[in-house]
C-alpha cells in the first residue's frame, strides 16, 4: 500500500540486500522517538536516529552531520512508514535527492526481515 505522502519507497527485501551488498552506502534515518529503540532496532554503524520530534522542532539542525550531505543516500524508516514517509516527502522538499520510505517500517522489516530486531507489542 502507498504511503499518504506519495514518498518514494524501498521494499524491506531491497534494504537488507543493499545493506548485504553496499554496507556503509547508504544512510538509514530512524525517525521513531528513543523509547521506541528498547521495542525494536536496527544494529549498525549505518543507523543513525533523528526522532521526528527533535526534527519538527529543530529542523535541519536535528540531523547528525552523517546526513546532512543532500547528495548522501537516505532510507528513512519508523514503525509502519508514515513518520518515514513524511519526512522523506520534507528532505526532498527541501533539496536532497535521493532520499526513500523504508515501507512497511521497522514492523515489516522484523516481520520479513530478521525479527531479532523486535517487534512492538
Same mark, same amino acid.
Given at each position: 500500500?502507498?504511503? %499518504?505522502?506519495?514518498?518514494?519507497? &524501498?521494499?524491506?527485501?531491497? *534494504?537488507? +540486500?543493499?545493506?548485504?551488498?553496499?554496507?556503509?552506502?547508504?544512510?538509514?534515518? =530512524? *525517525?521513531?522517538?528513543?523509547?521506541?529503540?528498547?521495542? +525494536?532496532?536496527? %544494529?549498525?554503524? =549505518?543507523? !543513525?536516529?533523528?526522532?521526528? /520530534?527533535?526534527?519538527?522542532?529543530?529542523?535541519?539542525?536535528?540531523?547528525?552531520? =552523517?546526513?546532512?550531505?543532500?547528495?548522501?543516500? &537516505? *532510507?528513512?524508516?519508523? @514503525? @509502519?512508514? !508514515?513518520?518515514?514517509?513524511? *519526512?522523506?516527502?520534507?528532505?526532498?522538499?527541501?533539496?536532497?535527492?535521493?532520499?526513500? /520510505?523504508?515501507?512497511?517500517? !521497522?514492523?515489516?522489516?522484523?516481520?520479513?526481515? =530478521?525479527?531479532?530486531?523486535?517487534?512492538?507489542?
Amino acid at each position: 500500500m502507498p504511503n %499518504p505522502y506519495g514518498a518514494p519507497e &524501498i521494499d524491506v527485501a531491497e *534494504v537488507a +540486500a543493499a545493506r548485504k551488498d553496499r554496507p556503509g552506502e547508504i544512510l538509514f534515518v =530512524d *525517525v521513531r522517538e528513543p523509547f521506541e529503540l528498547t521495542l +525494536a532496532a536496527i %544494529p549498525g554503524e =549505518d543507523v !543513525i536516529l533523528a526522532p521526528l /520530534s527533535e526534527l519538527s522542532s529543530r529542523g535541519i539542525e536535528a540531523l547528525p552531520n =552523517d546526513a546532512r550531505a543532500k547528495d548522501r543516500e &537516505i *532510507v528513512v524508516f519508523c @514503525h @509502519h512508514g !508514515i513518520r518515514s514517509a513524511q *519526512v522523506t516527502m520534507w528532505l526532498l522538499q527541501q533539496g536532497w535527492s535521493d532520499v526513500r /520510505s523504508m515501507a512497511g517500517g !521497522i514492523d515489516v522489516y522484523a516481520q520479513r526481515v =530478521d525479527p531479532s530486531v523486535g517487534a512492538y507489542e
